[in-house]
DNA sequence: ACATTAACGATGA
DNA sequence: TCATCGTTAATGT
């Protein structure tokens, strides 16, 4: 992607991003010039664990992973983050060395605010604050629900969750029914290996729920997907 | 039982 | 050419 499209795309994805209609003009003019836009090939690691969190990120294409690992090579991942989602605000707050690597699994634009201008939203703007803390309480909600999905529920309804939760409006506004992942991903994100993955999946294509393309998945039947997400 | 790893060939981009 | 997919056989818990 050119420079001129990426600044393009980014002005869009700014447009589009929910936060950003609380704002006042003079916030927002701010927000424009402080925010950039990168690109990363599939593979790359956008963010690694253990520097310092001076950055929120925004999902302007692609696709990101959130993952820890451990310290014989293994790695764990917490999140798929597709196009539309802000993430990182966690570490941004706290302060603290990131914990977690985000890793694109797309070739991925990403948009990048400074903390400093993070934190002067969050003490200037009301709306801004408030929709930062519905974001934190969407992903509590995540965790809290794949908890039970994974004491509660066989291998197939624990990837259907997860695949699920990649369409979740609260946690991914952008209303889509086609994402970018592939099969090892939906794996990795859903605890499982690419072999069960498979099986689910081709399990969920069988029942018609979604359709498999080369590196995609598309949601076929929004409210049969959700309902095996919670154990039906 | 049921999941994982490693491996193979096939095929899409 | 490389990523991804479908499948299988051996192995682990």
Not at 32 to 47: K, S
Request: hydrophobic share 45%.
């Amino acid at each position: 992607m050119t420079n001129v499209l990426m600044e393009q795309a980014l002005r869009d994805f700014l447009d589009g991003s929910s936060w950003v209609r609380g704002l006042t003009t003079a916030q927002m003019d701010r927000v424009r010039h402080d925010v950039t836009a990168r690109a990363y090939p599939n593979g790359a690691t956008v963010l690694a664990a253990g520097t310092p969190s001076n950055q929120w990120l925004g999902v302007v294409d692609g696709m990101l992973k959130v993952e820890t690992m451990s310290v014989d090579g293994k790695s764990a991942t917490f999140a798929g983050v597709p196009a539309g989602a802000w993430l990182g605000e966690g570490a941004v707050l706290k302060g603290e060395l990131r914990p977690y690597n985000v890793v694109a699994i797309r070739d991925s634009v990403v948009a990048t605010m400074p903390r400093t201008t993070f934190l002067w939203l969050l003490a200037e703007s009301h709306p801004f604050a408030l929709w930062i803390i519905q974001q934190l309480n969407a992903r509590l909600g995540y965790y809290v629900a794949l908890v039970q999905s994974f004491r509660l529920n066989d291998t197939t309804k624990q990837v259907a969750y997860c695949l699920a939760e990649l369409f979740n409006q609260d946690l991914y506004p952008t209303v889509r029914r086609q994402v970018s992942i592939s099969q090892e991903e939906i794996g990795r994100l859903s605890g499982v290996s690419r072999t069960i993955a498979n099986r689910a999946l081709r399990e969920l294509h069988d029942r018609g729920v979604i359709r498999m393309g080369y590196g995609t998945i598309e949601v076929v039947d929004m409210s049969a997907l959700n309902q095996l997400a919670h154990g039906a």
